[in-house]
């Protein structure tokens, strides 16, 4: 896996992944950024809750659930002052649908976080990973 990131302007940057598809980067004017992309560290956040997110839909569809909205909401902490790294992490997923199990709901989740998301296991040795899920019946 490989990804590309070059700098445009001020605090600007693109990344390209080796799939081809980009992202921009930038940072608030406070920091000399045009505040016209994500910040690196709201893509951690969004990487984390989109890895786990797409391995608890997967793990639902093959128990056969009727998952009708999946919402995913992801919080990061860090220290007021540097070295500013991400000390806690709290996921929370919000799934929707009719006659879901919340003890399959659980596995998928726990399946997720402890085997399958390559990111939420990389920054499990970094931060305290908590989560929180609520089902919600159509």
Not at 27 to 38: D, E, I, L, Y
Not at 109 to 125: A, E, F, N, R
């Given at each position: 896996?490989?990804?590309?990131?070059?700098?445009?302007?001020?605090?600007?940057?693109?990344?390209?992944?080796?799939?081809?598809?980009?992202?921009?980067?930038?940072?608030?004017?406070?920091?000399?950024?045009?505040?016209?992309?994500?910040?690196?560290?709201?893509?951690?956040?969004?990487?984390?809750g989109g890895c786990s997110g797409m391995d608890v839909i997967s793990i639902l569809k093959?128990?056969?659930?009727?998952?009708?909205?999946?919402?995913?909401?992801?919080?990061?902490?860090?220290?007021?002052?540097?070295?500013?790294?991400?000390?806690?992490?709290?996921?929370?997923?919000?799934?929707?649908?009719?006659?879901?199990?919340?003890?399959?709901?659980?596995?998928?989740?726990?399946?997720?976080?402890?085997?399958?998301?390559?990111?939420?296991?990389?920054?499990?040795?970094?931060?305290?990973?908590?989560?929180?899920?609520?089902?919600?019946?159509?």
């Open positions: 896996m490989k990804s590309k990131i070059r700098f445009v302007e001020n605090m600007q940057f693109i990344g390209t992944a080796d799939s081809g598809h980009a992202v921009v980067m930038d940072a608030p004017p406070s920091v000399g950024g045009n505040n016209t992309g994500t910040k690196p560290s709201e893509l951690l956040l969004m990487a984390f093959k128990k056969k659930q009727d998952v009708t909205n999946f919402e995913i909401n992801v919080n990061g902490e860090t220290p007021e002052s540097h070295p500013r790294s991400f000390t806690d992490i709290h996921i929370e997923y919000i799934v929707t649908g009719r006659n879901i199990s919340e003890d399959a709901v659980q596995r998928a989740i726990d399946l997720s976080l402890g085997k399958y998301c390559m990111v939420g296991l990389t920054i499990s040795k970094a931060a305290k990973i908590t989560y929180s899920y609520k089902v919600m019946q159509e």
